[in-house]
């Protein structure tokens, strides 16, 4: 029933932006609340929809119990790790989300069995991440895994999950300290915006994945990694592959939006032109009047217009909006 109701969701958002598309400027308004309508019903719609999962209380301890059983059943094996402390908050994790972690906790063990733990290791969990924290002994063993992991790590971002590590010294010889972090915190619904600006008269938002938020970085901090994979999305869409940092000043770092993935063994960082914001695209889309043809398909292109001289002036300029699976992106 949620799949359905969601495909007549996006159905009608579809059928809006058609009308809105082939009308006059005139019946804009009433679209704008049209949209507005939908998107609360659908609102409405989801926190009902988390509340009766919540009410399902034996599912959720059958779930719980299910994740504990798995954890237990792999940190108690004595000959690897000497102690463990399992925290976890699961009161926010949706049907979704328990299905998604359920599926990919075995594989992200497969990738904790290849370091060799010393003392106890701590594990947490919530909605948003499953982190693997203790102390490891320098071992030149590892690097024969880099295959495994990679491609361990590909799966996971298939999966929409990002597997990446802190690796830092301890204070101790021959003990490091690393935090192995499986992030589940991407979410549908929610987008990262940029404007992009072609030329005065084409302008281009584009979606990215909201677990952008949780990665950015600044110029100095990719200058210290070295050389490692970067990407950098130019003002006209055009995208670069690059092992070198590229050499921006502070003005021109400070406009742009740099992002660092710390995957394990083959780090990624992501280049954006300017910094965008994170917005809720079923509650947001039109209900700025300003803002109304932002919601152009890839295929949809329409001119900007408004309710005043001001927005009048902007007639010529066309924008555009898609998206960009970055997950596929890192896979390429």
Known sequence: MEKNFQHDFENSLKALED??????????????????????MKRKMDAESIDSIRAYNQ?????????IQIVDGFFSDKTKFKEYDFIKSTQNIS???????????????SVVSLFNYHGKVEIYLNENRLLISGHIRQDSKLEMSRKFVYVITRKLLKKKVLLTFKLEASGRTGLYHLDLKVDISHEDQLNYKVLFKL?????????????????RSLLDDLQQIGSHHIIEINNDLSITHSSTVPDLNRRESANKEILHFPFL?????????????LSNDSFTRLLDQNSMN????????????????????????????SSIDFFSLFNN
């Not at 009308?19 to 019946?27: A, K, N, V």
């Not at 299905?99 to 594989?107: C, F, G, Q, R, V």
Request: hydrophobic share 40%.
């Open 19 to 40: 009308i809105q598309y082939l009308s006059e400027f005139s019946i804009s308004p009433l679209i704008g609340q049209m949209y507005f309508y939908l998107s609360e």
């Open 95 to 109: 049907l979704k989300k328990w299905n998604l972690l359920l599926d990919i906790i075995p594989e992200c063990l």
């Open 59 to 67: 599912v959720a301890r059958v779930l719980d119990q299910n994740c």
């Open 199 to 215: 030329n005065s008269k084409q302008h281009h938002i584009i979606s990215f994945s909201n677990v952008f938020c949780s990665y």
């Open 294 to 321: 932002d919601l152009r398909s890839v295929n949809h292109v329409a001119p900007l217009t408004g309710l005043h001289e001001d927005l009048e002036r902007k007639q010529d300029v066309s924008i555009t909006y």
């Open 265 to 277: 063994f083959r780090p990624v960082s992501l280049i954006l032109p300017i910094k965008g914001h």
